[in-house]
């Protein structure tokens, strides 16, 4: 769904556990993001928001902010993170906190899109999960395509799949590690591995041939498996996945 331009992101979380907070009790909401950080010299030629062809058919809508994900720890319920689409895709912003959701640090996904120091223009359908590191501390996982805007369909671009990590030191997030793809792809989602530390997993649609794809970590995010086929689809049809790690692995 995709918010009014101008409105900021509100968040609610369910906080078991903390103070004043009874289990299934709303804690509160906050506002997370805020005005944009893009200037008009980013949408001027030279501009990391400019695209000759795209920019004028197909233009970006400053301050829309849309599609939020947000994911807990399981070890700490006052560590959460959240990410949505920034500035219409042009950026993911992202938020973290560390106490339940009363304060979060905010700071763009890095070197997804041109606007965090990537080379793609924008990115679509990021989101969020919260697991292990290889030494057991918390870590987020986060994935997010970019792509340029190829007209007149821009899902049949060669998309790149960014996987970002981030524990909760106040490091912030790492750098990004991309996931090796031969077609377009659609519809990413990722699940961190509460019984492995280290591990998570990212599927995704492709197409041509349109399939389900899945590729995994054992090292925290640091690399990550060739893809892999879960199961083909009918021609011309995209699968919407859910991904889901039991306790069991």
């Known amino acids: 769904?995709?918010?009014?331009?101008?409105?900021?992101?509100?968040?609610?979380?369910?906080?078991p556990g903390i103070a004043d907070a009874s289990p299934g009790h709303i804690s509160g909401q906050s506002r997370v993001s805020g005005p944009s950080t893009l200037g008009a010299e980013a949408f001027e030629p030279g501009g990391c928001a400019w695209d000759p062809v795209a920019s004028t058919a197909f233009p970006r809508r400053i301050g829309l902010d849309?599609?939020?994900?947000?994911?807990?720890?399981?070890?700490?319920?006052?560590h959460a993170v959240t990410t949505w689409l920034?500035?219409?895709?042009?950026?993911?912003?992202?938020?973290?906190?560390l106490d339940g959701g009363r304060t979060w640090t905010t700071a763009p996904l890095p070197r997804v899109t041109t606007c965090s120091g990537g080379i793609h223009r924008t990115s679509l359908d990021a989101r969020v999960s919260v697991g292990a590191d290889i030494d057991g501390s918390a870590l987020a996982y986060a994935v997010a395509p970019s792509q340029n805007q190829p007209l007149p369909d821009p899902r049949g671009a060669l998309t790149y799949i960014n996987v970002v990590t981030e524990?909760?030191?106040g490091s912030g997030w790492r750098e990004p590690v991309v996931i090796p793809v031969?077609?377009?792809i659609d519809a990413p989602v990722i699940a961190a591995d509460p019984s492995r530390p280290g591990s998570a997993y990212v599927m995704w649609s492709q197409r041509g041939p349109d399939a389900t794809m899945l590729s995994s970590t054992r090292d925290g995010g640091r690399t990550w498996s060739g893809p892999a086929v879960v199961r083909f689809s009918n021609a011309g049809h995209l699968g919407l996945n859910a991904l889901a790690v039991d306790q069991s692995g």
């Open 86 to 97: 920034a500035d219409d895709g042009l950026v993911v912003g992202t938020g973290t906190t």
């Open 1 to 15: 769904m995709r918010l009014a331009a101008g409105l900021f992101l509100s968040l609610t979380l369910l906080l």
């Open 167 to 169: 524990p909760f030191d």
């Open 182 to 184: 031969s077609a377009a």
């Open 66 to 78: 849309y599609e939020p994900t947000v994911a807990v720890d399981p070890t700490d319920p006052a």
